[in-house]
């Protein structure tokens, strides 16, 4: 049994973390694509092309089921992998549901219409490339009405966290925060649309400011993954193994994870 965790990076290393903890003793096969990251900059047919090479890899180490921990090919590839690509026996899962679950208050798997919700004005950080798909507002429609939503795209964050320049990620934060409050000067949530800005949280919330919720997406995936697993036992894969494979560097992109998830992680090329 092995569950995969996609990204274009070390982003997602936040949400493996929260499936390790919550499901401590399955098998996590994780795949970087940090050859190609960031995502968030490229069309929809590259972020389809790079996103499927990557998920069949994961197939290949005996995962079934692959989550993909990146908001960027959630957005810009998920529906149509699902549409014409996902073999019958294997799936695919996003990362935006759980989320937008969590913000509209609902459970798991929820179909009823959309209703009015508690809170009415929120901020989404994402990439540029999950902020022009509109995939967030568009999840949001099928289940909440008068929600305004304000998209701020951050350019370089991710890029910076790659680099693991935490300086540079903060002040890009910071900048991006004060952009987004020009456009909407209260808001009262907030979501973390990228799996790499949960690294920056801290900042993310000192820039907004103690009232505002801060919703970010590692453990209410994980919380989601334990459910469908437990409603979906054929998914455990048949892999044995945890593994950690990236396109990138090994050496750079197993001592960037180590600094994030503060134990040593070692990457092969994937
Ligand atoms: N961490 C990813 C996301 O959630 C990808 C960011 C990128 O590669 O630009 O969107």
């Not at 990362?95 to 679950?101: A, G």
């Not at 008068?146 to 002040?171: K, N, P, S, T, W």
Request: hydrophobic share 45%.
């Amino acid at each position: 049994m092995a569950v995969g965790i996609f990204d274009s990076g070390l982003g997602g290393l936040t949400v493996l973390d929260a499936v390790a903890k919550r499901l401590p003793d399955m098998p996590l096969a994780y795949y970087a694509d940090s050859a190609h990251a960031p995502y968030g900059v490229r069309d929809a047919d590259d972020i389809y092309d790079l996103t499927t090479k990557g998920v069949s890899r994961l197939w290949e180490a005996g995962c079934d089921l692959v989550i993909l921990a990146c908001n960027t090919a959630s957005a810009a590839a998920l529906r149509r992998m699902q549409e014409s690509w996902i073999p019958r026996e294997k799936r695919v899962l996003g990362v935006f549901v759980p989320l937008i679950e969590a913000l509209t208050e609902r459970q798991w798997g929820d179909n009823s219409p959309p209703r009015e919700v508690a809170v009415k004005h929120v901020a989404l950080f994402a990439t540029p490339a999950t902020v022009s798909s509109r995939a967030f507002q568009r999840e949001l429609a099928f289940r909440a009405i008068g929600v305004d939503v304000e998209a701020q795209a951050c350019g370089g964050v991710v890029d910076a966290i790659e680099d693991g320049d935490l300086i540079l990620a903060e002040a890009l934060v910071r900048s991006h925060v004060d952009a987004l409050k020009r456009k909407m000067p209260n808001p009262e949530a907030a979501i973390l649309g990228c799996t790499h800005y949960p690294l920056m949280q801290d900042v993310f919330q000192d820039a907004l400011g103690a009232e505002v919720e801060v919703y970010s997406q590692a453990n209410l995936v994980a919380e989601s993954l334990a459910d469908y697993l437990t409603r979906h036992p054929n998914m455990y894969g048949s892999g044995t193994e945890s593994m950690f494979l990236t396109t990138g560097d090994p050496a750079k992109v197993s001592n960037g994870a180590t600094q994030f998830l503060r134990r040593r992680i070692e990457f092969v090329k994937a």
